[in-house]
């Protein structure tokens, strides 16, 4: 099923293995001629352009943006009992391993009297977005707001499409999630217009102020993603989030049936999302073929996920050696990476590009997905080659607090002079030598 791309018996560099290897193509610039009417109209006409995009792009147009309080409420009520449990744990996890990542203020005496400290201060608000297209992500608020509080984040809002069999409210399950994380503010927008609200602000159909946030995080489809590009600069972003991707580096030792699996979860994101395969051996190859063929006819999403998996995006990568399938991991970065090898715990160990890596046959991604207590906000697109996962730092600033004496000052004056002269910058020197000169 998976279309093959065969790299044994050659070592190709980096620049040739990113013009080999399966990727998803996701052009934001494409894109953007189509949001910037929809940014440009939120900023000129607030609520009103905002309800309008909501009625043609989600085929309802919610009463008001802002969610009343008590369907919040009613949302949690209603929540089945075992999706709760579910939830309760996910947060559980996830505040776990998120408390340990807070950076504390560190202060450097640089010279007697001279003192330069880091402060970490949170974001003061922040817009946390949960995608609603072809499937629900409760767990993608968790995976926001989690790092967000961790981070001392005082004021957020969610935001989720509305929904017109909700009666324009986000999904239930989104409604919950934001109740059992404690957020009460939560807006029934999305799509580009979403980021745009929440760049900009404006004013609600009851009157109420829908106040602009100073950092946009969340995964969404390329028109969010196109958005908070356009957007960039007047609000923070956390990334450009692209279609979803998993890759597995496997040897004659892994499962083919966990292989398939895995690589089957993720390709019932997106018709676009993108599975690849790396092995050192055939066999294993043709077996997870031939479980793909199996495995694909009974899963729910059979169409979704064939034509992802069918699509130039997916494939396997057939190497010689393990060695060189973690060259060739490295240099794909992929947004999820599975170890299914023998020693995968050392394997893993050597891998430098991947947003978040799952080791040995008992860590599949959807574990990561939910419960791992690991953020499953990630780079993709071979971002991971040079940026992290969403986490408490995305929510933090350091502020860098330089405190030094009259005597400190003096001491380092005429070396302050010497560069600001190098520079031909002299007022820089003086206003240094201007506070010795009485």
């Known amino acids: ?12 560099s980096p620049a040739e293995l990113r013009a080999v290897l399966p990727r998803a193509e996701v052009d934001v610039d494409a894109a953007l001629h189509q949001v910037r009417p929809v940014v440009e109209a939120v900023r000129d006409r607030g609520v009103d352009a905002v309800l309008e995009y909501s009625e043609r792009f ?30 309760e744990e996910s947060i559980a996890r996830a505040r776990k391993v998120h408390a340990e990542q807070r950076r504390t203020d560190k202060t450097v005496q640089v010279v007697p009297g001279g003192t330069v400290t880091e402060r970490w201060v949170p974001v003061a608000r922040v817009g ?13 608020v968790v995976m926001n707001v989690v790092p967000a509080q961790a981070a001392g984040v005082e004021a957020m809002v969610v ?69 908070k590009r356009m957007l960039r600069g007047l609000v923070g972003i956390d990334a450009e989030a692209g279609t979803t991707e998993i890759a597995v580096l496997a040897d004659s030792t892994a499962d083919p049936v966990h292989v398939a699996a895995d690589l089957i979860s993720q390709a019932e994101h997106d018709p676009a999302a993108a599975s690849v395969l790396v092995t050192d051996s055939v066999e294993l190859a043709d077996a997870v073929d031939a479980e ?45 990476l599975e170890i299914q090898t023998a020693d995968a715990s050392a394997v893993a160990a050597r891998v430098r590009s991947a947003g978040a890596v799952f080791v040995g046959p008992h860590s599949p991604v959807s574990l990561g997905d939910y419960c791992a207590g690991s953020n499953h906000v990630l780079p993709t697109g071979g971002c991971a080659r040079h940026s992290s996962g ?32 190098a520079e031909d910058l002299p007022a820089h020197g003086q206003a240094v030598t201007a506070r010795f000169a009485r």
């Open 128 to 140: 946390l977005y949960a995608p609603g297209g072809l499937a629900v992500y409760p767990s993608s």
């Open 292 to 336: 793909l063929e199996r495995q694909v006819k009974a899963t729910k999403h059979h169409e979704r996920v064939g034509t992802a998996l069918r699509g130039k995006q997916s494939g396997t990568v057939l190497v010689s050696t393990v060695d060189d399938g973690l060259l060739v991991v490295n240099a794909y970065a992929a947004e999820h």
């Open 58 to 87: 989600d085929g309802v147009r919610p009463a008001s943006v802002r969610v009343p309080a008590a369907r919040i409420a009613a949302a949690l009520e209603g929540l089945d009992p075992a999706v709760r449990a579910a939830l």
């Open 390 to 421: 969403l986490s408490v730092q995305t929510f933090l600033r350091g502020i860098h607090v330089v405190d030094y004496s009259e005597a400190a000052l003096r001491e380092v004056a005429d070396h302050v002079v010497a560069l600001a002269n």
């Open 1 to 12: 099923m998976l279309n093959r791309t065969d790299l044994r018996g050659s070592v190709p």
């Open 159 to 227: 935001c989720s499409p509305p929904q017109a069999e909700f009666d324009g409210l986000p999904h239930p399950t989104i409604l919950a999630a934001a109740a059992l994380l404690g957020v009460a503010e939560v807006w029934a927008v999305g799509g580009a217009q979403a980021v745009a609200l929440l760049a900009y602000g404006g004013v609600d159909t009851d009157g109420g102020a829908l106040e602009p946030v100073d950092l946009v995080t969340g995964p969404g489809n390329l028109y969010v993603t196109a958005a």
